[in-house]
Nanobody
């Protein structure tokens, strides 16, 4: 069974940065299938960024150039570096690992 834990959320001002972390543990999870999603109140959950085999990364158009997904090595934590945050980035951010969801971490961008 896979356990997923997100951390790093918080309240920041527009233009600030945050780094989210996604840690997975347990057996038999595919470390090449890790995706960050977010869900704002009243909106559907949407893909933000993902990391795939061979280090291939994918991003939503709305975050390209501002967010970076990365991993130190192997099955280590996956990070989402979020720069130049906007109010529209406010949402609960979830990490999905091999189909398993974490509880999410709240990101609020407000002046």
């Amino acid at each position: 069974q896979v356990q997923v834990v997100e951390s790093g959320g918080g309240l920041v001002q527009p233009g600030d940065s945050l780094r989210l972390s996604c840690a997975a543990s347990g057996s038999d999870f595919d470390s090449d299938d890790i995706t960050w999603y977010r869900q704002a109140p009243g909106k559907q959950r949407e893909l933000v960024a993902g990391i795939r085999r061979y280090g291939i990364t994918i991003y939503a158009e709305s975050v390209k150039g501002r967010f970076t997904i990365s991993r130190d090595s192997g099955k280590g934590p996956v990070y989402l570096q979020m720069n130049r945050l906007k109010s529209e980035d406010t949402a609960r951010y979830y990490c999905q690992v091999s189909g398993t969801w974490g509880q999410g971490t709240q990101v609020t961008v407000s002046s």
